[in-house]
């Protein structure tokens, strides 16, 4: 597997809106005009075999009713068909559910693990997308992004009762399961796979996180503040404004390999088949040479040991390949051509 996201399409609209407020046309007008075809054929031009197409709750149903939203849905229809078309998998990702919003949940702890009714929603959210999408060859269903349960013990047993529950709405489709705290690496070490032979176990990897997110607008806390380079050792102030890891010491491609075991240790434990299905560097936070040292020791790594990926993120959202009207980058210099595309980090992934 080697793909891309398609995030702030059908998610994270308040952070599309946020970088570009006057050029926000509304909802059903962004997700209509974000991205077409072109992009698909770009993609899969590109080498791509998949793009994981992160879905936020909110944007294809009504709060409170959980009635279907016609207009959107007919427009993910039509995303999923053309990415079907040009022969592009598609990872369908529940970005956020009733009860659970990955950010917030750097910041609280999240109402979706402790009230069954908000597990009650995200599971009729899911008979609507799985009988509109579950049958279709080439979609995999991902049941949640980047979870933040209060423990270990608890993920496993909400992840449990989904997969049964989406597995009788979806008999034939591949699930997408991931582990707690942010889906990452380490939370392998605790993960209990399901009962159920057609699953792709699912990592994001954006360690150290005060090297990948610093400077991240988006993030609070001293420790996020400071440049810092890659490979590097950092030392960290005492304390966090929130929940999110901080991770000390020296960190070079050793460091990042060390990290990785939890996830392959679980995999031949458990004859799990696994992949990185996010990953990346925000382009405003470390150098360039940085940034493209530690994408590529992060691509050696996975190519190593056989492991597939999915690059966060195709447009825009802060990680672009492409980035058209994000203010903040635009006079970046991997920015500076016609189709406003960083071609180095595009040929890097393709390299791999």
């Known amino acids: 597997m080697r793909g891309v996201n398609f995030g702030g399409w059908f998610s994270q609209h308040d952070a599309i809106e946020g970088n570009d407020p006057g050029a926000y046309p509304g909802l059903v007008e962004h997700a209509r005009a974000f991205l077409g075809p ?50 592009l998998e598609v990872i369908l990702d529940l970005h956020k559910c009733p009860g659970h919003d990955f950010h917030d949940g750097t910041k609280r702890e999240q109402a979706f693990f402790t009230d069954p009714a908000m597990r009650r929603d995200c599971l009729l959210v899911w008979s609507h997308l799985a009988r509109r999408y579950g049958a279709r060859r080439g979609v995999l269903l991902e049941i949640l ?23 009788r709405l979806a008999p034939e489709a591949t699930l997408v399961l991931g582990s707690n705290l942010w889906n990452g690496a380490a939370g392998f070490e605790h993960l209990a796979p399901v009962a159920d032979e057609n699953v792709l176990y699912s990592f994001h990897f954006y360690n150290p996180l ?46 990042l390999a060390q990290l990785l075991e939890h996830v392959f240790r679980f995999r031949e434990r458990h004859g799990a088949r696994v992949a990185c299905n996010e990953f990346g560097v925000y382009v405003g936070g470390p150098d360039r040479a940085s940034q493209l040292a530690w994408m590529r020791d992060m691509l050696e790594l996975l190519g190593e040991h056989g492991i597939g990926w999915s690059y966060w993120n195709y447009k825009n959202l802060d990680f672009g390949l492409v ?20 071609r180095e980090l595009v040929e890097l992934l393709r390299a791999h």
Do not use: M
């Open 38 to 87: 072109e992009d698909f054929r770009r993609v899969k031009a590109w080498g791509f075999d998949h793009v994981r197409l992160p879905v936020d709750w909110q944007n294809v149903f009504e709060p409170g009713s959980l009635a279907p939203r016609e207009d959107v849905l007919s427009l993910l229809d039509a995303a999923v068909d053309g990415l079907l078309g040009e022969g």
């Open 145 to 167: 992004n980047e979870p933040v349960a209060p423990s270990w013990a608890v993920w496993n047993e909400v992840q449990a009762e989904l997969a049964v529950a989406l597995r």
């Open 210 to 255: 005060v090297f990948t997110h610093q400077r991240a607008p988006w993030i609070d806390g001293e420790a996020f503040h400071a440049r810092r380079p890659y490979p590097g050792t950092y030392e960290l102030p005492a304390g966090s404004t929130n929940r999110l890891p901080l991770e000390a010491g020296r960190w070079d491609k050793a460091r």
């Open 323 to 342: 980035s058209r009207g994000e203010g903040r980058f635009a006079d970046a210099p991997q920015y500076q051509n016609a189709e406003r595309v960083d």
